[in-house]
Every structure is written in C-alpha cells, then in structure tokens.
C-alpha cells in the first residue's frame, strides 16, 4: 500500500504571506497527484491536480512535483482568511483509486 | 448536474441497530468510492467499485460492514450492528475513471451512542 505523508499543522501564516504545504510519498510509480481542501465541517473539494515534474499555477494556487525526491507541495500566494482550511494530498493508486495523506490544517491569521 | 447526492446528512442511532447510508453518484461516473473520516485517521479507503462491481473491499473494517451498488445511480453502505467507535463522517465519491477527480458527497455524520 502507498503512504503519503503531511505535517499535520497546524500551519499558520499571516495574511497576505505565502504558504507552503509538503507532501511526501513512498512509491514511485504514481503517475497523477492532487490536492483537496477541506473546511470544517465540508467534504473535500479539488483545487489543483499535476501529473508532470516541475510547477503548475492556477490563481493563486501553484502546485510543484518532483517525482525523483517523491515530493509535490503547495503553495498559496497572497494568503486570504478563506484559505483556512485542512489541505489533502492525494495521489492515484495505479490508475484504480486514490490514496490520501493525513491533510495539514493551515490557519491563515488576519 | 445536482452532484454527488448522500442520505441521511445526520444519523444518531444506539449501539447495536442497522445503519443504511445512501449515495447517488454523479451521472455519467463509473467509479464510486466510499470513504470513513475521523479525527485519528483521517480519510480511510472502505471499498470502491467500477461500473457497479466492487472492487476492493479490503478497507472494510469488519464483517459489520456491507456495500451494495445494485445500479450505476445508488450504492448503500449498511453497518449491522453498529458500535460506538464506527462514529465517524462517512462520505461517498464518484469519479469518471480511477484515476479521475474524484467529486465528494457531503457526506453523512454518523454516531452511534
């Protein structure tokens, strides 16, 4: 079974500021990573998938894979309130399911 | 399209009586996971299943622990009987492919006193 690991947080920033969020895993054969955010109290929610080395942005949102040193982290820029939330990294599971890691809890402070 | 659909939203129910938790995936999806969430585990794995046939079932906690997909539009997660520690928020998932986005119910928060 892969393992996908987080720190678990929480994680907190000052707003306006950047956030870094890190994820690791164990097999190398993972071909698609993803990342959920989930409010309290809410079903995770996709915000970014990426499937080859190196960056890929959206908005805000800039997600980062290296599969050689088997990391993909997150980062959010310009850090808002709204973006407290638990963050879930996924990765698919030969191509059948996903496998998510603990999530980690940022807290974006006013 | 409405989403993933999940009932009931809330269940509180005593130790020892069946639990049916319903979900309706989204149309046109061929892969429905069911998934457990608590605060010590985090997401779990239950089971899934492609085009109505389960897949695996190794995440199942026990024998308590049932799921049928009788058709491509519902699936039942049944617990009988049920105890106190399978309290937890149980959500359902559909995806168009394994390895797809997987698009999250609500989810249904279950105690079991």
């Known amino acids: 079974q892969k393992e996908v690991e987080q720190n678990s947080g929480p994680l907190s920033v000052p707003e306006g500021a950047i956030a870094s969020l890190n994820c690791t895993y164990s097999?190398?054969?993972?071909?698609?990573f993803f990342w959920y955010r989930q409010y309290s109290g809410k079903s995770p929610e996709l915000i970014m998938f990426?499937?080859?080395?190196g960056d890929k942005e959206d908005g805000r949102f800039t997600a980062q894979l290296n599969k050689a040193s088997q990391y993909v982290s997150l980062l959010i820029r310009d850090s808002q309130p709204s973006d407290s939330a638990t963050y879930l990294c996924?990765?698919?599971?030969?191509?059948?399911?996903?496998?998510f890691g603990p999530g980690t809890r940022l807290s974006v402070l006013p | 399209d409405a989403g993933v659909i999940q009932s009931p939203r809330h269940e509180v129910t005593e130790m020892g009586q069946e639990v049916t938790l319903r979900c309706k995936p989204i149309?046109?999806?061929?892969?429905l996971f069911w998934y457990r969430q608590t605060m010590m585990r985090g997401l779990e794995l239950l089971i899934y299943?492609?085009?109505?046939?389960?897949?695996?079932d190794s995440g199942m906690p026990e024998d308590r622990f049932s799921a049928k997909m009788p058709n491509a539009s519902f699936s039942t997660l049944k617990i009988q009987p049920s105890e106190p520690r399978d309290s937890a928020v149980y959500f359902c998932?559909?995806?168009?492919?394994?390895?797809?986005?997987?698009?999250f119910g609500p989810g249904t928060r279950l105690t079991v006193l």
């Open positions: 149309s046109g999806h061929d892969y």
């Open positions: 998932a559909s995806s168009l492919g394994g390895a797809g986005e997987q698009f």
């Open positions: 996924a990765l698919d599971n030969y191509g059948q399911n996903f496998v």
């Open positions: 990426i499937y080859s080395n």
């Open positions: 097999d190398r054969g993972s071909q698609s």
């Open positions: 299943f492609n085009n109505n046939v389960p897949i695996d």
